[in-house]
């Protein structure tokens, strides 16, 4: 098996799900996140999750959870994924860490969903060992991983972590290293929009959600989906995507800052463009 050892950073909504379910593919994962107890509430969070999946006939929660090793900082694995907060600084000073921390043969990766891989990959000694793995939110549920090659990820890495994906029971789809890649690069602008039709009085947030739903088949409206993701994570990359692509037409709507503004976060803060109890 390749890569038994994982190393997760981050134990937010990613963070935990990425955790999930590289534990239940059999493989060990140490994670590590500095905020104190996000490491606790993620793990209750998957023991939820992992109860639901086998009350379907999935592996026994204990199992999954018992491959899972809360560290108090990163430590040396074959594999790091990062799933901290999407912010370049932060996640430059994180790889120029893991690369003096980790093994020289160890693949360090990202969950980033618009972050430059070439940026991080800059941070290290071992830019051929840099790659992007852009899980979606639940992971548990969503079968698709964006596989992010920056201009130096060698071929071994890449077909290393693109097989790694088909282990973890997804689908890896290749995509080459620009600002937003190709989820977000389309996913924000539509999401953007959305919160426009929302500001200008268009509809009201749940008929354009709705409208979105029935009239494009999609199974979540544009401003729920941006609420499970944070709405402070869709400005963020929607920064990137217009200072990347020199695009004002990327650029978060007014409304969309002031929700972010107020704290107004989505599902994880409890308020969004909707209620949460």
């Known amino acids: 098996m390749d890569f038994e050892h994982v190393l997760v950073v981050g134990a937010g909504q990613m963070g935990g799900g990425i955790a999930q379910v590289v534990a239940t593919s059999g493989r060990h994962v140490s994670f ?134 088909r282990d973890l029971g997804k689908t890896p789809a290749v995509a080459h290293d620009f600002p937003g890649f190709v989820s977000n690069r389309i996913l924000m602008p539509f999401i953007n929009e959305a919160v426009w039709a929302l500001q200008d009085g268009v509809a009201e947030a749940e008929a354009i959600d709705t409208i979105a739903k029935l009239g494009f088949a999609h199974p979540l409206g544009p401003l729920a989906l941006a609420d499970l993701i944070g709405l402070d994570t869709c400005v963020a990359i929607m920064e990137v995507l217009q200072e990347g692509l020199g695009d004002d037409r990327y650029a978060p ?15 994880k803060s409890g308020s969004g463009f909707y209620e949460y109890v």
């Open 32 to 165: 590590y996140d500095a905020q104190p107890g996000a490491t606790d509430r993620a793990l209750e969070t998957m023991r939820k999750s992992l109860s639901k999946l086998e009350e379907k006939g999935g592996p026994p929660a204990d199992q999954a959870l018992r491959r899972i090793t809360v560290v108090d900082d990163i430590v040396p694995a074959a594999l790091m994924i990062d799933a901290i907060v999407e912010d370049s600084d932060t996640k430059e000073e994180l790889f120029h860490r893991a690369d003096e921390e980790l093994p020289p043969a160890a693949i360090l990766g990202s969950n980033t969903s618009s972050i430059l891989i070439a940026t991080l990959a800059a941070a290290t000694d071992r830019p051929d060992k840099v790659i992007g793995m852009h899980f979606f939110n639940p992971v548990p549920v969503l079968q698709l991983v964006e596989i992010i090659r920056g201009s130096d990820t060698s071929d071994d890495t890449a077909g290393r972590v693109t097989q790694l994906a």
């Open 253 to 267: 709507c007014p409304l969309l800052r002031e929700h972010v503004a107020a704290g107004r976060l989505g599902r």
